[in-house]
């Protein structure tokens, strides 16, 4: 009697045990063979890079734990290159890269390898490609596979609860919905993620920007919005109402943020992108949402003809969105085409910190700085501290005509000064004025130790772009000529106060090291307590 009671104790002992204990969430997925379906992959491999990665006997050094390129080659977005390819070889390649992986790394997380980012992108590739490089290999295969694999997945959602990026968040977000839903007894991930995810669309933006304000961000949002669709039909899921408006606004946000050339512009962080991918991405998203608004939530956005002004006339990133943000309020990138004329500098992707943060600087964009100082203050490693907080932004249009004025207070706190721009593009685009103006708080003097203290509106070119000798009228003012073969000639117009030259700049809007490229630099002095008028224009020439 009493070992019938001692083994009901402990029989009801076991019973209050909860899930999570009585069977491991690290078993989650991990008994699996093969996946429920096989997941949408619609994204192109490059053959090229395949052979690559076919012709050398080991191409991925996967005991380099450090360093850009193998960081980058821990995602495993490369397994699209084999794909291309095709072949019995290749995806025998695909197995065995996969596997080395595993045994080097596969077991327990190791840092940096076991970083969220890495993780998500990680987990996407290996399921989006498991039908190609996984489906017919061995059990004993597939047994370690699906082990790292569910391995990997539980530590994605322990970490979920830290990641704050916007982007990083529904990338790891669309990992764990492809987790659960293609790979069996593993629906428990997939299930999480929506709870989490449905909340963060149904609050998405009118102007359908993510907060960190980065157009690369925002096309990387957009796909893992499109591949989570894709997903839930693909499982038989019922689509929630909120993704569909979802992706219908943050499409129109990234549309509006191309140039004729169809990248994108260089606004925090963002690079140009391919502009193949980007149609692409556009393309999936649906028809209707390709539009682009006339607010992209990080810039405005007027067209003339074939002239494009993108002008970013917001305020900076909030805090805890604003680690790859730029000190460049006021900024414009003017397109003629599919020609880049004036551009920001863009933000360097590579391993030197000087080159990452001189392309957050102020004097990086093209805009105007007060005494070589940034209109927000950059902190090294990423993130921005007193930052402009008082924006006015006004928008007119007339027959076609744009006129758009912005203002911020970066400079006020240190120099008494208020920075307000005022761009207007004529119809035809052949025609864009600018006046920007210096001024003190509403019924203060600018202070007297900021008399004399200089400040320069930069004009950045791109590296097409070729600039003449300027020339002077017989009023004084100076008249810069520019241009290139697809956008033709054109000409900067500054007044008489202004002081102008060219100078040195860089460019990092794409992949690989900064191209040298050139400035124009209208200088002057604020020597008026009242403040100062600074007028300027750059026009197409006939």
Same mark, same amino acid.
């Given at each position: 009697?009493?070992?019938?009671?001692?083994?009901?104790?402990?029989?009801?002992?076991?019973?209050?045990?909860?899930?999570?204990?009585?069977?491991?969430?690290?078993?989650?997925?991990?008994?699996?063979?093969?996946?429920?379906?096989?997941?949408?992959?619609?994204?192109?491999?490059?053959?090229?890079?395949?052979?690559?990665?076919?012709?050398?006997?080991?191409?991925?050094?996967?005991?380099?734990?450090?360093?850009?390129?193998?960081?980058?080659?821990?995602?495993?977005?490369?397994?699209?290159?084999?794909?291309?390819?095709?072949?019995?070889?290749?995806?025998?390649?695909?197995?065995?890269?996969?596997?080395?992986?595993?045994?080097?790394?596969?077991?327990?997380?190791?840092?940096?390898?076991?970083?969220?980012?890495?993780?998500?992108?990680?987990?996407?590739?290996?399921?989006?490609?498991?039908?190609?490089?996984?489906?017919?290999?061995?059990?004993?295969?597939?047994?370690?596979?699906?082990?790292?694999?569910?391995?990997? !997945?539980? %530590?994605? =959602?322990? #970490?979920?609860? +830290?990641?704050?990026?916007?982007? *990083? &968040?529904?990338?790891?977000?669309?990992? $764990?919905?492809?987790?659960?839903?293609?790979?069996?007894?593993?629906?428990?991930?997939?299930?999480?993620?929506?709870?989490?995810?449905?909340?963060?669309?149904?609050?998405?933006?009118?102007?359908?920007?993510?907060?960190?304000?980065?157009?690369?961000?925002?096309?990387?949002?957009?796909?893992?919005?499109?591949?989570?669709?894709?997903?839930?039909?693909?499982?038989?899921?019922?689509?929630?109402?909120?993704?569909?408006?979802?992706?219908?606004?943050?499409?129109?946000?990234?549309?509006?943020?191309?140039?004729?050339?169809?990248?994108?512009?260089?606004?925090?962080?963002?690079?140009?992108?391919?502009?193949?991918?980007?149609?692409?991405?556009?393309?999936? !998203?649906? %028809?209707? =949402?390709? #539009?682009?608004? +006339?607010?992209?939530?990080?810039? *405005? &956005?007027?067209?003339?003809?074939?002239? $494009?002004?993108?002008?970013?006339?917001?305020?900076?990133?909030?805090?805890?969105?604003?680690?790859?943000?730029?000190?460049?309020?006021?900024?414009?990138?003017?397109?003629?085409?599919?020609?880049?004329?004036?551009?920001?500098?863009?933000?360097?992707?590579?391993?030197?910190?000087?080159?990452?943060?001189?392309?957050?600087?102020?004097?990086?964009?093209?805009?105007?700085?007060?005494?070589?100082?940034?209109?927000?203050?950059?902190?090294?490693?990423?993130?921005?501290?007193?930052?402009?907080?008082?924006?006015?932004?006004?928008?007119?249009?007339?027959?076609?005509?744009?006129?758009?004025?912005?203002?911020?207070?970066?400079?006020?706190?240190?120099?008494?000064?208020?920075?307000?721009?005022?761009?207007?593009?004529?119809?035809?685009?052949?025609?864009? &004025?600018?006046?920007?103006?210096?001024?003190?708080?509403?019924?203060?003097?600018?202070?007297?130790?900021?008399?004399?203290?200089?400040?320069?509106?930069?004009?950045?070119?791109?590296?097409?772009?070729?600039?003449?000798?300027?020339?002077?009228?017989?009023?004084?003012?100076?008249?810069?000529?520019?241009?290139?073969?697809?956008?033709?000639?054109?000409?900067?117009?500054?007044?008489?106060?202004?002081?102008?030259?060219?100078?040195?700049?860089?460019?990092?809007?794409?992949?690989?090291?900064?191209?040298?490229?050139?400035?124009?630099?209208?200088?002057?002095?604020?020597?008026?307590?009242?403040?100062?008028?600074?007028?300027?224009?750059?026009?197409?020439?006939?």
């Amino acid at each position: 009697m009493a070992r019938e009671r001692a083994n009901g104790a402990r029989h009801e002992k076991r019973s209050r045990v909860p899930l999570a204990l009585s069977y491991p969430l690290f078993r989650v997925g991990a008994k699996a063979r093969q996946l429920l379906f096989v997941p949408p992959d619609p994204w192109p491999g490059n053959t090229a890079s395949g052979e690559r990665l076919m012709s050398v006997a080991e191409p991925l050094a996967w005991g380099a734990a450090a360093g850009e390129g193998a960081l980058e080659a821990h995602r495993f977005s490369w397994l699209r290159d084999l794909r291309a390819i095709g072949d019995a070889a290749a995806r025998q390649r695909c197995r065995n890269l996969v596997m080395g992986w595993i045994v080097r790394h596969g077991e327990r997380p190791e840092k940096p390898l076991w970083s969220p980012d890495l993780l998500a992108n990680r987990l996407v590739n290996w399921i989006g490609q498991f039908d190609f490089f996984g489906k017919t290999a061995p059990q004993s295969w597939k047994a370690a596979f699906f082990a790292s694999l569910a391995r990997q !997945a539980l %530590a994605l =959602a322990r #970490a979920l609860p +830290r990641i704050v990026a916007t982007a *990083e &968040r529904i990338r790891a977000l669309r990992a $764990l919905i492809a987790f659960g839903t293609a790979v069996p007894g593993a629906q428990v991930r997939s299930d999480r993620a929506l709870r989490l995810l449905l909340p963060m669309l149904e609050a998405w933006p009118e102007h359908g920007m993510i907060p960190e304000r980065n157009p690369s961000d925002q096309l990387a949002v957009l796909r893992d919005l499109v591949d989570i669709r894709a997903l839930l039909i693909a499982a038989h899921h019922d689509v929630p109402i909120a993704l569909e408006a979802a992706i219908t606004l943050a499409s129109r946000a990234l549309a509006a943020l191309r140039h004729g050339d169809g990248g994108l512009a260089l606004f925090h962080g963002g690079a140009e992108e391919d502009a193949t991918y980007v149609d692409v991405v556009l393309a999936l !998203a649906g %028809a209707d =949402a390709a #539009a682009p608004s +006339r607010f992209s939530g990080a810039c *405005e &956005r007027a067209a003339g003809g074939e002239t $494009l002004l993108l002008f970013d006339a917001t305020a900076p990133p909030p805090e805890r969105h604003d680690r790859a943000a730029h000190a460049g309020t006021l900024s414009f990138e003017l397109s003629a085409g599919p020609a880049r004329l004036i551009v920001n500098c863009g933000a360097y992707r590579g391993r030197d910190p000087a080159w990452r943060d001189a392309g957050r600087m102020t004097a990086a964009h093209s805009t105007l700085v007060v005494g070589d100082r940034n209109s927000a203050e950059v902190l090294p490693g990423g993130g921005l501290r007193q930052r402009p907080t008082e924006l006015v932004l006004d928008r007119e249009e007339e027959a076609g005509a744009v006129w758009i004025a912005g203002s911020h207070d970066g400079y006020l706190r240190r120099f008494g000064v208020l920075h307000r721009r005022r761009l207007f593009l004529a119809a035809d685009g052949t025609d864009l &004025r600018g006046e920007d103006r210096l001024a003190p708080a509403a019924g203060k003097r600018i202070p007297r130790r900021t008399l004399g203290t200089p400040f320069a509106i930069r004009f950045h070119l791109h590296p097409v772009v070729v600039v003449g000798e300027f020339e002077r009228d017989a009023g004084g003012a100076t008249a810069v000529p520019f241009g290139s073969s697809e956008s033709g000639p054109w000409h900067l117009v500054a007044d008489s106060r202004l002081s102008t030259t060219i100078e040195e700049s860089f460019y990092c809007g794409r992949a690989g090291p900064p191209q040298k490229t050139k400035q124009i630099v209208l200088a002057g002095k604020i020597d008026n307590p009242a403040g100062l008028e600074a007028r300027w224009a750059i026009k197409r020439m006939r």
